[in-house]
């Protein structure tokens, strides 16, 4: 854990009463790595879930429900229906540290000389 370390300077105070508060904070380098699977909102791959799901539905038998093994039967159907078609239309992506859209080889670039800037002065 990365602790914040600060000090109040008192000798630098100007004519006020307020004298400067100095902190360091700590940036190290942070691995972000996970994967999901997704669909964008209102995209053809969700219109296509919704679809599926919305058709498989239509075909279960919600009629015949005398029972709690037939209720368990259903539920176990309608959560098929929605595994199925989740299964069928989402994608795999991967999140990474530098994974954003706005990230480019100009960043990277920077964020390394600002690495080996600050380890310079350590």
């Known amino acids: 854990m990365l602790k914040v370390l600060h000090c109040i300077e008192p000798n630098l105070r100007r004519p006020s009463d307020h004298a400067p508060l100095l902190v360091d904070l700590p940036i190290s380098p942070e691995n972000i790595c996970f994967s999901r699977k ?71 670039d920077a964020l390394v000389a600002y690495r080996h800037t600050g380890a310079r002065e350590d």
């Open 38 to 108: 997704v669909f964008k909102h209102d995209s053809d791959e969700e219109n296509n879930f919704l679809s599926s799901i919305t058709m498989g539905l239509c075909a279960l038998n919600f009629s015949r429900l005398d029972s709690v093994d037939d209720l368990d039967l259903l539920s176990t159907a309608v959560s098929r229906v929605i595994s199925n078609a989740w299964e069928a239309n989402a994608r795999n992506i991967t999140v990474i540290t530098q994974s954003k859209k706005w990230w480019n080889n100009e960043c990277r």
